[in-house]
């Protein structure tokens, strides 16, 4: 093979790279409503029970959630990985959008809650070119079964629970990370 035709070939790779980038960066997060009712959410202890991809992380977490003066911080607190935190602001109050210096954005919306016992949040991330989503059903409890709200919505939303992952069957005998949410 001549240079020519290695040269083509490496410009025909780039050029399809390029494209695909150029692709996703127009991708966005989902559009969900939020509750709007989620006032008292941002008060107590949450687990993680399902996910819709199931990932190790976040199913495996524990949320803490509070607030002050409005604003939320998610932190995250991993013996291994330390002590994230990302400070939130959002045009509703039910989101949590954040940025850092890496370019890295976030979401985090609140569903459906009773503030109470049960909560159906979205989460959409946008590390590079592309958003990875999820959503997570959290429970007072952790082993708790998802709650008929939590099913009536996700009908809402053209999903059903059993296409969730539970929480019983990837993190049993895992070490567990926990998440920490407060509003400042």
Not at 65 to 89: A, F, N, P, R, Y
Not at 108 to 135: E, G, H, Q
Request: charged share 30%; glycine share 6%; proline share 3%.
């Amino acid at each position: 093979m001549n240079l020519n035709m290695k040269t083509i070939i490496l410009i025909t790779i780039f050029g399809i790279l390029m494209i695909r980038r150029i692709q996703c960066m127009q991708c966005d997060c989902e559009s969900v409503e939020a509750a709007g009712n989620d006032g008292e959410f941002f008060k107590g202890n949450w687990q993680v029970t399902h996910s819709k991809i199931g990932a190790m992380f976040p199913i495996c977490g524990k949320l803490e959630t509070s607030s002050q003066d409005g604003k939320k911080i998610i932190k995250l607190d991993d013996e291994e990985v330390g002590t994230l935190e990302i400070k939130c602001t959002g045009s509703k109050e039910s989101d949590c959008e954040a940025k850092d210096n890496n370019k890295i954005t976030g979401l985090f919306r609140v569903v459906s809650t009773d503030n109470s016992n049960y909560a159906l949040v979205y989460i959409c991330t946008k590390p590079a070119s592309f958003p990875k989503d999820d959503y997570l059903i959290l429970n007072k409890d952790k082993d708790a079964a998802v709650p008929a709200a939590v099913e009536s919505k996700l009908k809402e939303l053209k999903m059903e629970s059993k296409d969730f992952i539970d929480k019983k069957d990837v993190c049993e005998d895992l070490k567990i990370p926990k998440i920490k949410i407060i509003s400042l």
